[in-house]
């Protein structure tokens, strides 16, 4: 067991000065009033320690406790998805040079941020979106330069929400790539750690730390089986969801489900996978200079499926049917993965409770 280390709770600022040393912004899960989301932290008391979520279809609330753990909740209220593909942003400009010829520039912000505490799920997600945004014809600058300086460490599951299904799926609440560090938080007031990468072994190089001993390792291991036993949730095997989805278009559920959504979207914005966007152009009061901008849009929005004077998919029902057939069968055509990875934002986001393992469960009998 010798590839484990152990990070003692007193030393997470140590790791943090390092990080922060390095030149790395580091951002982690935070407590703000009603919710757990990420945010800046400089130090380990920033953490939510003692802090819980409660999430079931349309509800979320966050409670404090006594228990003595930073990552004793289980998933923040939206994923690392906004780091990397802003929900708005500008992504080029033009303005008249001295010459009085146009002049085109691209803006490609970015900084070094290290993500402390990232969800296997929400890892997922970030895997699923490099094949978006990094393995096409055309890559997306901006993304490429954020992925390139961003630190991961993940977070291992100790306990499920009622909303997760990523077992359902065939993934495990444990990290399996994708990581610099993964970490487990067991009882003994600390995290047994393993290393991703050559950045993450220099790192914990950097800190020293100790092996962490057997009996760490397996405190460890049987958090995360506590955390698959938690839950619940079941779906038929994912190839055989993403055939019957197909062949099933004009199933009266999806009449059913269209009859409860609202089209609000809120769906889409918290999922870790969706991509859709619209880009505008915004120029200024003079005429001199334009901003052309980039926004997060929705397919459940009636204009996304505006094309060429005709909108096709004005019915709430069609939007719907969309949206979970490209997640959960056509996505693979595209990107040679499924689309989601069983965080179950999108139901405890939907204000009417829609539940996606539900509505699937239904079409797919
Ligand atoms: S579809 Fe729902 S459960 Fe799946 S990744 Fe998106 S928000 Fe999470
Ligand atoms: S499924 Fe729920 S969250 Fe998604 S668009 Fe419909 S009502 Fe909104």
Same mark, same amino acid.
């Given at each position: ?19 922060? /040393? ?165 009882? /003994? ?154 965080? /179950? ?21």
């Amino acid at each position: 067991m010798s590839h484990y280390y152990f990070l003692p709770h007193q030393r997470i600022d140590d790791m943090l000065n390092q990080l922060q /040393g390095d030149g790395y912004k580091c951002v982690a899960p935070r407590h703000h009033e009603s919710e757990i989301n990420y945010d800046t932290i400089t130090k380990s008391a920033d953490l939510p320690w003692g802090f819980h979520d409660e999430q079931a279809p349309g509800h979320y609330k966050v409670n404090k406790s006594d228990h003595k753990h930073a990552f004793g909740f289980v998933l923040p209220t939206t994923s690392v998805k906004p780091m990397l593909f802003k929900a708005k942003e500008n992504i080029w400009k033009v303005a008249r040079n001295d010459e009085g010829k146009l002049a085109f520039e691209p803006i490609v912000e970015f900084e070094k941020i290290a993500v402390f505490g990232v969800r296997p799920c929400d890892l997922r997600g970030i895997e699923i979106q490099d094949r978006v945004f990094m393995e096409n014809s055309y890559n997306d600058v901006r993304y490429v330069k954020r992925r390139e300086n961003q630190f991961l460490i993940a977070m291992n599951c100790t306990k499920s929400h009622s909303n997760c299904f990523c077992v359902a799926l065939g993934d495990a609440p444990q990290a399996d790539k994708g990581f610099d560090l993964a970490m487990t938080e067991i009882e /003994g007031d600390g995290f047994v750690v393993e290393i991703g990468s050559d950045k993450g072994r220099a790192l914990l190089d950097a800190l020293d730390l100790e092996a962490a001993s057997g009996g760490q390792a397996q405190k460890a291991l049987a958090k995360i089986a506590y955390a698959v036993d938690g839950q619940k949730k079941t779906l038929p095997p994912i190839k055989e969801v993403e055939t019957k989805l197909m062949a099933n278009l004009e199933h009266p559920q999806w009449d059913d489900v269209a009859s409860r959504c609202l089209s609000c979207g809120s769906c889409t914005q918290v999922c870790p996978t969706c991509f859709c966007h619209t880009e505008r152009d915004e120029p200024n009061v003079l005429g001199t200079e334009t901003h052309h901008t980039r926004e997060w849009d929705s397919c459940f929005s009636i204009d996304h499926s505006y094309t060429h004077g005709d909108t096709y998919r004005e019915d709430p029902k069609y939007r719907y049917r969309q949206w979970l057939t490209h997640k959960f069968s056509t996505w693979r055509d595209q990107f040679r993965t499924k689309g989601c990875v069983g965080c /179950g934002r999108c139901v405890t986001w939907c204000p009417v409770k829609i539940d996606v393992v539900d509505e699937i469960n239904a079409i797919c009998k």
